[in-house]
């Protein structure tokens, strides 16, 4: 990459713990859970090819490879956008800082009430005191049959898996029960369950899902031999 003297660097920070660090020596630089990658993550809600940097004009920009599971900067869905310093990316469970300029301290993030359309920082005036805001909502499994670890899960990961591996939230026991068959995602306050590689069918009120299927308060989820109604709860009285 001509254009930089110092190749661009990606802080990978696991969800088990440890970063690591990874140059964007060549563009297209690809993102994904195979092994052919530039960037590979062991992570089930990682799509076999889910992003790629490529570079117009000496611009980064991150594309995603219509994932399952989406790609995020600074929490925000995307399917193409320019990065810029300090950019902080998701690919399901792992988080990756993008740094133009390795080893130059990032610059403070500036609150967007601080700035106007021109870009000049003013002072946001004092805001009249309002009421309240309302309770976020958290969705919580309950499960109404199979063999599971618990009888209830509440979802406060960004992606909660349900499986028999280590890491999965939803756990589920038994000889043959698979390492993962499918997995929810919070997306905003919306929640997503979505299928995995292993292929697990889903049904959702006693219908087949496709691919992935936002979830409803009330809603009964079916797969790999459990049952469980999704409900909405206020994360204060949950907390409580």
């Not at 990459?1 to 088990?16: G, K």
């Not at 193409?80 to 792992?94: I, S, Y």
């Not at 960004?158 to 756990?171: E, F, P, R």
Request: positive net charge; charged residues 25%; proline residues 7%.
């Amino acid at each position: 990459m001509s254009q930089h003297s110092i190749p661009p660097l990606l802080l990978v920070r696991s969800p088990h713990g440890g970063t690591r660090e990874c140059e964007i020596r060549r563009t297209p630089f690809t993102i994904g859970r195979k092994p052919d990658n530039d960037l590979c993550l062991e992570d089930p809600a990682v799509s076999a090819h889910h992003a790629r940097i490529v570079q117009v004009q000496g611009v980064l920009f991150l594309e995603d490879l219509s994932s399952t599971n989406g790609s995020f900067v600074n929490e925000h869905p995307i399917d193409r956008r320019q990065l810029q310093d300090a950019d902080a990316l998701r690919f399901g469970t792992h988080r990756v800082i993008f740094r133009e300029k390795p080893g130059l301290a990032a610059e403070p993030i500036i609150p967007a009430d601080m700035l106007v359309a021109d870009k000049t920082m003013v002072v946001p005036s004092q805001a009249p005191r309002e009421s309240p805001a309302p309770a976020r909502k958290v969705g919580i499994v309950e499960i109404l049959s199979g063999r599971t670890g618990q009888s209830h899960y509440p979802l406060t990961r960004q992606v909660s898996l349900i499986g028999a591996q280590d890491d999965a939230v939803i756990t589920l026991t038994g000889w043959f029960a698979p390492k993962t068959a499918a997995m929810i995602s919070r997306r905003g306050e919306a929640y997503v369950v979505s299928q995995t590689e292993s292929g697990k069918r889903i049904l959702v009120n006693g219908r087949p899902v496709q691919r992935e299927h936002a979830l409803r308060h009330g809603d009964v989820v079916e797969v790999a031999g459990i049952t469980m109604r999704f409900v909405l709860r206020d994360e204060r009285s949950h907390a409580a």
